[in-house]
């Protein structure tokens, strides 16, 4: 084991010795470190964090708390309701809602009206919000985002990126901003686009040299092509309405997005945590912050020990990178024949010999607020202390999706 990683692995046991397993933490000075990466790369343009990239009010509002950023991206309405009823008045809903009741409660209450803004579309979105509480209504005009779709479409029938908005140029968004201008009861504020094929897939991928250079080319052509097609978006929907920000990107694009003249903002929300899938990026590498600890209950023979638990999937495709990955002590792989399971986990490779019935093994999560859907709270280390205890979503009996 290299000496940092073995340094590393003794500060968490000696931290967390009293802690039964299973149990999450998240270590502050790599938590600070990465932020603070983050808005250097972001060259002076705010950062909003995605909460669902955390799930731990602590520690988005400890994000916030720092220079450089301002505002969160919820993923639900009525998340984004509970938050600005906590005291955070700049939340924007990244994803369309149908949540009646929620619009009930946004449409009815003016302080949360001017709080979240909402995301949409198509015109279909705004029928259902007149649908459920008409125009004259309201206590204050809803506040609107037109969500860009920024896959790349090379070729007619091809489709690079993910499938999110409907809206991919220029005409279409000038289109919906203009219908929107039209519709008494909403107020269009922002313009959103998220470049996942840049954003979301790593440029490294350990191990598939050729698949890294496929995923080089396709981010080098389709960066430029969103460049330009954003920048006419935006033109298009100002013609409509006085934007308040525009947003793109993710932790993977923080630097590249900023540089786009029409973003005013980037979202940035993986790169606090560190999850390994960022481990097969080459632009940035966070530093991994956020762990969870396992106990080996078995040792089935001499080249390999068994944890209790562990199959904590991440969402996506079906694959090996959505299963979490043994970190400490290092020299750990999952087996084939079995991965990350429900209630076992079997470990092999030159770390198993050393580990005892009772030691821990740290694991990071594939992605960065998922993790959280497994535990109640998460202590927060700081060099070789608990410093804190704090509650995720779920521990505050917050389950959104």
Known sequence: MSSSRAAQRARYDRATADLDPPFAIVDLDAFDANSAALVGRA???????????????????????????????AFTLPEAIWLAESGHDDVLVAYPTADRGA??????????????????????????????????????????????????????????????????????????????????????????????????????????????????????RSFPELVARRGAVVAAVRKHADLEFVNGGGTGSVAATAGDPAVTEVAAGSGLLGPWLFDG????????????????????????????GGGWIASGETSPTRQPLPWLPEGLRLIGT?????????????????????????????KAGELCEHVNEVHLVSGDTIVDVVPTYRGEGRVFL
Not at 45 to 73: E, N
Not at 281 to 308: G, I, M, N
Request: hydrophobic share 45%.
């Open 103 to 220: 619009l009930r409660r946004l449409a009815g209450d003016e302080k949360l009206a001017a709080s979240v803004t909402v995301m949409v579309d198509s015109t279909a979105q705004l029928d259902l919000v007149d649908a459920v509480v008409p125009a004259g209504r309201r206590a204050a005009p809803v506040r609107l985002c037109i969500d860009l779709d920024a896959s790349w479409r090379p070729a007619r029938g091809v489709h690079v990126g993910v499938r999110r908005s409907p809206v991919h140029s220029a005409r279409q968004a000038g289109e919906l901003a203009a219908a929107i201008a039209a519709r008494p009861g909403f107020r269009l504020v922002g313009v959103m686009s998220y470049e996942a094929q840049i954003a979301g897939l790593g440029d490294a991928p350990p191990g598939r040299p050729v698949r890294g250079a496929l995923i080089r080319l396709i981010q080098s």
């Open 43 to 73: 060259a002076g343009k705010p950062l909003r964090v995605p909460s669902k990239s955390v799930r731990v009010r602590a520690l988005i509002d400890r994000a916030l708390g720092q220079p450089g950023w301002r505002g969160i991206m």
């Open 281 to 308: 990026y080459r632009r940035w590498r966070p530093e991994p912050a956020a762990f969870f600890a396992l106990s080996v209950v078995r040792r089935p023979d001499p080249r390999h020990a068994t944890t209790l």
């Open 338 to 366: 079995e991965g990350a399971g429900e209630v076992q986990t079997p470990l092999t490779g030159p770390g198993a010999a050393g580990l005892r019935i009772g030691d821990r093994v740290y694991f990071r999560h594939s």
